[in-house]
């Protein structure tokens, strides 16, 4: 029966390509396939960057983070070949980290390397993979001095030209098309324009942004703008900071600006900083439970306006408030549903009426808790044979501390390979602790079976906390108090508040029977009871 194989591929970057191209590789794997008898099941490739975080990076041979590379050995794991094809070793790993991964799995899973331009020996792996390390660490290190004296030198390095320059071999010219946009936006910012407002102008004149043609999704977003503002320095005075290795140089480049715009600019921005409105705290009943039909989660502000006499002259005195808002800031990303705006007092008034009903009828929420309860008796068994899988994998993850641990102190890895191994294991283990213990919630739950009569009582007692909360306060300290308990009912009953196009809210509400059923639960009616007029003794 013939063996099945996979061929792995990898550029580390679309120069790299030039010299052994993707097709050329996988050409002389198929054909290596093809001279041993061998069925090629799967072909993996990391040819292109992909994104780490926020960052793109190069499919590079030390990482071990590679989507091909991993999606590969994964496979291998799951039994779906017998053989990995690479053109040459290097292709695979070209670092401690990667080589470690990829023989860890191939001695796991008895699987073979076979190599297209050279033969692989899998007791001279180590040693190539340090070698190649090695290789690589030397050329960073000459690149870096390079770069340096280059900067020392005042010559500009490769990298992303800020807006209105561009770079000319060693020197940073002007673009002057973008250069008087760039005065055009800082213009328009002196004349208290926001960037919202400046963004509206630059797309209404067609103001090309840095790229040209390439296509971008938000046509000049705020960070954008955002940017440019940032620059008013290197602007004004002509010099670039560019930063290698923790050092910092000044590249010398023709300014745009007149000095006198970088001191107008600071002192409004330093008055824009300063409105009071935006300083005042305001208390906000939902915060961080509204979403709209963007998706998106609502953010608050207090905002301010002057009133305005009969006769429609402005009156010295402005009046506050809090008003909730969509956090999607692109016109073409928002969606036609969303209201874009709530004042909070409204929208606090609202939820908080909705709750107080759900409170008044409890039945409906045991109810809703009964069916809660039927749904994860029928999980149950699954559930206990996810708790045995995860039992499983965090020993295992204790076995590879312990073999993680054997490597370093052999000095097969180095120490800061082996600290960057444990944390991970440590977020691994973390994360299997915590569905462990969603896990064990749920059989909690599943075993209860007088639960019944504390949950009444609980939102009896709850109920009867709600109403002394409505009194009116006699006090800014208990007016303070009472918004405290309502919030905390707030983030204990409320999973989700959602808002529609003709500002209606509707409101998720959600009963933990875990909480619930803990002891200190009742210990905050007799704190919210304190607050108001009404006491209640259970």
Known sequence: MSKRAAIYIRTSSEHQGAKASPDEQEADCRKLAVDNGLIVEAVYRD???????????????????????????????????????????DRIYRGLRAMLLVLETIQECEIDIMLAKENFDQKMAPLKAWLAQMELEGMRERMSMG???????????????????????????????EAGWVRKIFEWYLEG????????????????????????????????IQSI???????????????????????????????????????????????PSHNLRHDYLIGGLLYCSCNRKWNTRTNSYTRRNRKGDKVERKSLYGVYYCTEIYKETIHPDCPRSIGAKKADAIVWEKVSQALNDPEVLLGNIRLHIVELRQKAETVLEDKERIQQEMDSLVMERQKIITWARKGTITDEDMEYQLTALTLQEMNLKKELATYGEILQLTALDNWEP???EYLLDLRAGIESLNNEPESEEEKAEIYQFKRKIIKMLVNRIVIDEHRNLRVEIRVDLLDILKQDAFDDFSEIQKVGTYTRTR
């Not at 041979?61 to 779906?80: H, K």
């Not at 790229?211 to 000049?220: A, D, E, S, T, Y």
Request: no cysteine; proline share 4%.
């Open 147 to 177: 770069v340096k004296a280059r900067l020392r030198s005042g010559k500009a390095n490769t990298g992303q030209d800020r807006y209105g320059y561009k770079r000319v071999g060693e020197t940073i010219e002007i673009v002057d098309e």
């Open 47 to 89: 040819t292109e960057r992909y994104r780490v975080k926020n960052r793109l990076v190069d499919p590079s041979g030390t990482r071990s983070d590679r989507p091909g590379l991993v999606a590969m050995l994964e496979a291998a794991r799951a039994d779906r070949f017998d053989m990995i094809l690479a053109w040459r070793e």
């Open 193 to 224: 324009i926001n960037t919202v407002g400046i963004r509206a102008r630059l797309i209404e004149a067609g103001a090309p942004q840095k790229g040209g043609l390439v296509h971008k999704r938000i046509i000049w977003s705020r960070a954008v």
């Open 229 to 275: 503002l940032r620059g008013v320095k290197d602007y004004a005075y002509g010099i670039k900071i560019q930063r290698r290795d923790g050092e910092e140089f000044e590249i010398p480049i023709p300014p745009i600006l007149d000095p006198t715009i970088y001191q107008r600019f600071i002192q409004v921005r330093a008055n824009n900083k300063n409105y």
């Open 454 to 456: 504390i949950a009444r």
